[in-house]
């Protein structure tokens, strides 16, 4: 997979991807991250992204041209699946939309800024509009991040234990079950008996149990029930 993510700040975007799982699903050769900074694509001499927006009111709007020429350079040079613009009124970001984003072979991310984008870049360009939730961020990039990490880590290979991304709370639309390692007594708090007695079938179904009755009783939303 490899994805192209759009920005005026590319500082914020270099750490998430130089430490830990994403570090190493890139050194694997199973991820490519391209940052692009948005100036890089300005013609004019004072490097303007951003300009006031038609017909007044408060708050900047981000340019169509730099970013039309950033990513008529990218499509240029490789098929895309997907434009995908990160902005907080977007479609909320779910496990669902990460599973199928992890299958995908070149996406691009265009983070938002200011006010947003000038709306012809969304009738033109975008394909995928994200929100990771409702409150606000101060640019796009920091939800770009969560949505990176949450795909890479969906893609064969990135996590050790191939089967640790299928045991994920919401991979069946259901809550993880509650996990203890050593010790099995800790100042008298001990681990539910179930988990030491070797009994795999049993532990299985104990997980499911609690998996359902965390669900039910933390998001029963997630149940079909309120
Ligand atoms: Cl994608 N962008 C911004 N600026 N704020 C957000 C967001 C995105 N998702 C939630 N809040």
């Given at each position: 997979?490899?994805?192209?993510?759009?920005?005026v700040?590319p500082?914020i975007?270099?750490?998430?991807?130089?430490?830990?799982i994403?570090?190493?699903?890139?050194e694997?050769g199973l991820?490519e991250?391209?940052l692009?900074?948005?100036r890089?694509y300005?013609t004019?001499?004072?490097?303007?992204?951003?300009?006031?927006?038609?017909g007044g009111?408060?708050?900047?709007?981000?340019?169509i041209?730099p970013?039309d020429?950033c990513?008529?350079?990218?499509?240029?040079?490789?098929?895309?699946d997907?434009v995908?613009?990160?902005t907080?009124?977007g479609?909320?970001f779910?496990?669902?939309?990460?599973?199928?984003?992890?299958l995908?072979?070149?996406?691009i991310?265009?983070?938002?800024h200011?006010?947003g984008?000038?709306?012809?870049?969304?009738?033109?360009?975008v394909t995928k509009e994200?929100s990771?939730?409702?409150?606000v961020?101060?640019?796009?990039e920091l939800a770009a991040a969560?949505v990176?990490?949450?795909?890479?880590?969906?893609?064969p290979g990135?996590?050790?234990?191939?089967?640790s991304a299928?045991?994920d709370?919401?991979q069946?639309d259901?809550?993880?079950?509650?996990?203890?390692t050593?010790p099995?007594?800790?100042?008298?708090w001990?681990?539910?008996e179930i988990l030491?007695?070797?009994?795999?079938?049993k532990?299985e179904s104990?997980?499911?149990?609690q998996s359902?009755?965390r669900?039910?009783?933390l998001?029963?939303?997630?149940?079909?029930?309120?």
């Open positions: 997979m490899r994805i192209d993510i759009i920005t700040v500082d975007l270099t750490s998430p991807f130089e430490v830990s994403l570090k190493r699903a890139i694997k991820v991250i391209h692009h900074n948005l890089d300005v004019d001499n004072y490097k303007q992204i951003d300009d006031y927006q038609f009111g408060a708050g900047m709007v981000m340019m041209e970013i020429k990513i008529t350079d990218l499509k240029s040079q490789r098929d895309y997907e995908i613009y990160m907080p009124d479609d909320k779910d496990q669902r939309t990460a599973n199928t984003l992890s995908k072979e070149n996406i991310i265009l983070c938002g200011y006010k984008v000038d709306q012809r870049v969304r009738d033109h360009f994200i990771i939730g409702d409150y961020l101060s640019g796009g969560v990176c990490d949450s795909i890479i880590r969906l893609i990135v996590l050790g234990n191939e089967t299928l045991t709370s919401f069946d259901l809550l993880a079950p509650p996990v203890y050593r099995a007594d800790y100042k008298g001990k681990v539910p030491t007695s070797g009994n795999f079938p532990i104990w997980r499911e149990d359902y009755e669900t039910k009783k998001r029963p939303d997630l149940l079909g029930e309120e």
